[in-house]
């Protein structure tokens, strides 16, 4: 794998995830209480034994750098990196990246000087486990200048992804984008081609990207220099290379799920919180999850109960219940407190007298959950201070809202809490 250069896309604006993208890039996003979205696919990478990695990425970069930089620093007896490449102008390149393929095109110019044999395109807001050696193993195999990872999935999701045909050998042959009814039809393959058993095959008879690809080096090059005004890989680069290039799908079964909205966000950290278990695990020793260190205390749960919940490092918990919900970093709440089905971000430090109860000491709001509040189907966003009696359980079954003056929104019918925002005592929500 030392032969293969890892390029994470760090997506644009994150419109679909905002309010969280709000100070953040959308790979910044925490994760699972105590990850980010970014360590998914550099974690891959490292185990799979690929340690040269760029990170793509034009919005609200500063966390992610901070992150990036904290996180992962090797040996400088390797030639192992991480590295951040912002959008930048220059006399070829005056403007943002255009999309996915506009942005590897833009630092093409540094990824021709690496003396290797494959570019590694990966997304940087999906959550999957995923040993990449044996994706270029597949590509090599089969001597294919592009090799898609793909998902099987059945007809009812089939029509919200982008779709592909594949011939006998495992070469993809037509594509389309999202298509319903006799073109949806239309699209149907056989899955036993790419390993599946007959029974798994029936249920499952579409294949759908997954925005994975391994592209030959001189391929890559030739496709980006060629058709400079095409600037997305899955909608056009991939898709008018099928005539002439050796497209070779790949079969990945195990759990990945594309996390780039609220709802999906929300609901993927919540899964984690299932019994007896989880669809997918941060806790597989073979391949680990990696992330910044903080060295921080344990938690303290004081005559508190907790259900089917996962609680991050240096928690304080006083006489609450926490339900199917995952707590972050330095999650402060206070008495009294009944968090169900939330998902909590917790906070970048502490304050004062963290360990007191409630803010009765001071006038001020403390960062946390305030005594007597009742978070239910929410997203608390880190350094949030939540006043006393608070309701935040969506008392009118609001589907959508922007309330940011009030420091909050609505997402399918998810309360999203801003990052830093302060919500008064006995506001109901």
């Not at 389309?176 to 036993?192: F, H, I, R, S």
């Not at 400079?228 to 195990?254: R, S, V």
């Not at 918990?317 to 968090?339: P, Y």
Request: net charge negative.
């Amino acid at each position: 794998m030392k032969r293969v250069l890892g390029i994470i896309l760090g997506g644009g604006a994150g419109t679909r995830l905002y309010p969280l993208t709000k100070l953040r890039a959308k790979p910044a996003v925490p994760l699972a209480g105590k990850y980010r979205l970014i360590d998914i696919p550099v974690s891959n990478c490292i185990n799979s034994d690929i340690h040269k990695m760029y990170i793509l990425t034009q919005f609200n970069s500063t966390s992610l750098n901070r992150h990036v930089n904290r996180s992962y620093n090797f040996s400088t007896f390797t030639e192992g990196f991480v590295e951040i490449l912002a959008a930048q102008q220059t006399s070829d390149s005056p403007g943002w990246f255009q999309g996915t393929a506009d942005a590897v095109r833009q630092y093409i110019w540094l990824l021709k000087d690496w003396d290797v044999d494959e570019y590694l395109i990966l997304s940087g807001d999906h959550l999957y486990r995923m040993d990449y050696s044996l994706f270029v193993k597949r590509h090599r195999e089969t001597n294919a200048d592009v090799t898609l990872s793909v998902v099987p999935i059945d007809e009812k999701r089939a029509s919200d992804f982008g779709l592909m045909k594949i011939n006998d050998a495992g070469r993809v042959i037509d594509f389309a984008e999202k298509p319903k009814g006799e073109a949806l039809k239309a699209m149907e393959v056989d899955t036993q081609a790419l390993g599946l058993t007959a029974e798994q095959a029936a249920k499952s008879p579409y294949i759908a990207s997954m925005g994975i690809y391994v592209f030959k080096k001189d391929a890559l090059i030739d496709l980006l220099e060629q058709a400079p005004e095409q600037t997305d890989f899955g909608k056009e680069i991939i898709p008018g290379a099928a005539g002439d290039y050796n497209l070779q799908a790949y079969l990945f079964n195990g759990y990945w799920e594309d996390i780039g909205t609220i709802e999906a966000f929300f609901d993927a950290n919540l899964a984690l919180t299932k019994q007896p278990e989880p669809p997918f695990s941060f806790y597989d020793k073979d391949a680990p999850i990696y992330t910044r260190a903080r060295y921080l205390p344990p938690s303290k749960l004081l005559n508190s109960r907790v259900t089917e919940s996962m609680i991050g490092e240096g928690c304080i918990l006083k006489d609450c219940r926490i339900d199917r919900s995952v707590l972050g970093v330095r999650t402060r709440v206070g008495a009294d407190c009944v968090i169900e089905e939330s998902l909590l971000m917790g906070a970048d430090y502490y304050q004062a007298f963290a360990e007191h109860n409630s803010h009765a000491e001071d006038s001020k709001i403390q960062i946390g959950i305030g005594a007597k509040t009742t978070i239910r189907r929410a997203i608390v966003d880190k350094n949030a201070r939540i006043g006393q009696n608070v309701q935040i359980v969506n008392k009118d079954r609001v589907e959508e809202s922007n309330r940011e003056s009030l420091g909050f929104y609505i997402r399918n019918g998810i309360v999203v809490v801003l990052k830093n925002a302060t919500i008064p005592d006995g506001t109901v929500i």
